[in-house]
Structure formats: C-alpha cells, structure tokens
C-alpha cells in the first residue's frame, strides 16, 4: 500500500488540480454493526481486551491459519473500514466524485466470520453506510481480485439495492469455493449477485472479453447511483497464490471499464479500495497506481514500462467458449430482474 502511495507521489498524481488527501477515521460500533453480527464483534473486542480465551474466536474464524489472533484486531479492523468510510461519505455526499482507500479491500469477511485475512469486511462496511445516507440509492459492487468476493455477496445477498458482480478464479479450483453462475441472489434480491468463475491461466483477451461484456450490460440494467469496486491485483500471472494469467497490459483496459461504467451509469461516482496481491514491491503497487490514474482521468500517466511483461500466450491459455458459456448464463439469469429493479 506503502508503495503505491510512493508510485502516486512520484507521478505527480496527488497534484492534480482536484486531488486530495482526506484524513480516515476509524469505523463506531454502530457502523461495523450495519454489516456485522453483534455477537461477532463483541467476542473480537472481548479477545483483545483479555475477557474471553482466544478459543472463543473459533467459531467467528478467529484463530484460525487464516485469521490468526494478534494485538488489538477491532481497533486495527475498525481503522480500515474507517477509510473506506471516509471515501463512501465523500462521494456519496458529492464533495468528491471518486475516491480511493487502497488499504481497504477486505472482501472475505462475513456477516459473523472472520475467514482469508480479513475480520471486518470494509467494502460492506462502506455500502452499508451509503444505503444509510442514501436509502433510495442502487449500489454496484465489482471484484476483481483473483478470489471470489464472498463476504460481500453474502452479506448483501438478499438486499435488492445492491449489485454485486465478481470475476474470479472457479471456486473449484481456489479459495474459497464459492461465486458460481447460480449464486443469484435471493427473494426480492434474486439477480443482484453475478459471478463469472474463470479457469487456471485464463489471460487478458478471455478476461477482458469477460468484463467488457458483463460490467456495462449489467450497470445499464440496474442503473446504479454508486460504483464501488475491489481491486485486488492477484489475478496477475505471477501472484503465487493463484493461477490466472493476466500481464500488466491488462490493468489499463480493466481500469477503462470501470471508470466508463461509473461516468456512463453513476454519474461519475466511484469508490475504490485495494485488495488482494502477493507481488506486492512489484506488481501490486503499479496496478493501484494504474487505477488511481484512471480515476483521475490521466491513464497516460502510466510509464510505458510498467506495461513490460511476458507475451500473453506464454502465461495463459485460450477459454473463451467456457466463459461465453458462462457469461451468457450470467447475463440471462440477472439482467431481467436488475431492470425490473431498476424500475
């Protein structure tokens, strides 16, 4: 994260006329509330202060090779859901149009569990808020991150205002087993969870086939007043924790969609986080540093040579059948009932 802010620095990004750094505060009770269980929070909080036994975490995820016990989780947890707020306020509020908080991202989490790395579950966290502030407001959420976004699905999972699209490796292949094309949504939600499982080493033509196809026909169906989106930069060749097979060359492209989506569909509003990433001197701070200047309208920002990679055909391998296969079934499953949402 560290890096990225350097790259951004460095580029002379937070200069732009219109660019600023906001301070982050930290999430209340109240607001981690809106997308967590009470009992959940309560035994985070009663493990870092020493009235419960670590055991106690077990069943919210906690203690486990995962989600490790360490000091002052809720305060920790609580400081990144804060940004994330900070940057949904600032756009809902229309002071800013887009915002920013790479250290967000923690898409794992559930409503009562901890699981992959992640306690709270900021991006939740954050729509939450928006819905508070804006109840007639529709929120799209796309994941990027080479893992499935579940714990934002399912905590949205039966909630008609929001939208939540995932592109990922297939959960039979990789953590956490989930996000598959049936995975809809439920009762006056169902279509608002869209998900496109990709095979191992699926690289950037299939891909962003994929996200050109799925992203916009879905914002033109559910008509979102937000996009919020998680950015998680592992589905790169070389992330060593999972096996897509995406070059730099496609973060720029990837970048174009959402912030087309979010001008055509939202009127500009986009709230990013960060995400996922195991190259993280290499190949993690550059991709945020490409989405940060797509935000900004300057993606000729970018050195040439940041783009530098192996052919593609060297790292991937073709599956466009599977995915049009798959991405027909997604789209004819979910835009019917976004546009009867979208009423």
């Keep these: 994260m560290l890096l990225a802010y350097d790259n951004i620095r460095m580029l002379g990004l937070i200069d732009d006329e219109g660019v600023r750094e906001i301070a982050a505060r930290s999430a209340t009770d109240e607001e981690i509330l809106a997308a967590h269980d009470h009992d959940f929070v309560a035994t985070v909080k009663g493990i870092d202060a020493g009235e419960l036994d670590a055991s106690a975490g077990l069943k919210h995820g906690l203690g486990t090779s995962d989600d490790p016990i360490f000091a002052n989780m809720h305060g920790a947890s609580a400081a990144v859901c804060g940004a994330s707020l900070v940057a949904a306020e600032a756009v809902t509020s229309d002071e800013f149009e887009r915002a920013f908080n790479p250290a967000g991202g923690l898409h794992h989490a559930r409503r009562a569990e901890a699981s992959g790395f992640c306690i709270y579950n900021d991006p939740a966290v954050a729509i939450a808020k928006?819905?508070?502030?804006?109840?007639?407001?529709?929120?799209?959420?796309?994941?990027?991150?080479?893992?499935?976004?579940?714990?934002?699905?399912?905590?949205?999972?039966?909630?008609?205002?929001?939208?939540?699209?995932?592109?990922?490796?297939?959960?039979?292949?990789?953590?956490?087993?989930?996000?598959?094309?049936?995975?809809?949504?439920?009762?006056?939600?169902?279509?608002?969870?869209?998900n496109v499982p990709l095979l191992p080493f699926t690289g950037d033509d299939d891909y962003l086939w994929a996200l050109e196809q799925v992203v916009p026909a879905l914002a033109e169906?559910?008509?979102?007043?937000?996009?919020?989106?998680?950015?998680?930069?592992?589905?790169?060749?070389?992330?060593?924790?999972?096996?897509?097979?995406?070059?730099?060359?496609?973060?720029?492209?990837?970048?174009?969609?959402?912030?087309?989506?979010?001008?055509?569909?939202?009127?500009?509003?986009?709230?990013?986080?960060?995400?996922?990433?195991?190259?993280?001197?290499?190949?993690?701070?550059?991709?945020?540093?490409?989405?940060?200047?797509?935000?900004?309208?300057?993606?000729?920002?970018?050195?040439?040579?940041?783009?530098?990679?192996?052919?593609?055909?060297?790292?991937?391998?073709?599956?466009?059948?599977?995915?049009?296969?798959?991405?027909?079934?997604?789209?004819?499953?979910?835009?019917?009932?976004?546009?009867?949402?979208?009423?």
């Design 130 to 194: 928006v819905l508070a502030l804006e109840p007639s407001w529709r929120v799209m959420y796309v994941d990027v991150d080479v893992h499935h976004g579940d714990g934002v699905q399912w905590i949205f999972y039966d909630e008609p205002r929001v939208l939540t699209v995932s592109l990922h490796q297939s959960g039979k292949y990789l953590y956490p087993g989930t996000g598959f094309p049936d995975e809809v949504g439920s009762g006056t939600a169902a279509g608002t969870a869209a």
């Design 221 to 343: 169906a559910f008509r979102p007043h937000l996009l919020v989106t998680q950015l998680g930069a592992d589905t790169h060749w070389g992330d060593p924790l999972a096996n897509l097979g995406l070059t730099m060359r496609a973060y720029p492209s990837m970048a174009r969609v959402l912030s087309d989506t979010a001008t055509r569909w939202a009127e500009g509003r986009w709230v990013a986080t960060g995400g996922g990433g195991y190259q993280y001197e290499t190949v993690v701070p550059k991709v945020w540093t490409i989405y940060f200047a797509q935000m900004c309208g300057v993606p000729d920002a970018i050195p040439d040579e940041w783009l530098e990679d192996r052919p593609s055909d060297e790292v991937s391998r073709p599956n466009r059948a599977e995915i049009e296969r798959t991405v027909g079934q997604v789209l004819s499953s979910c835009v019917p009932r976004l546009s009867a949402l979208a009423v």
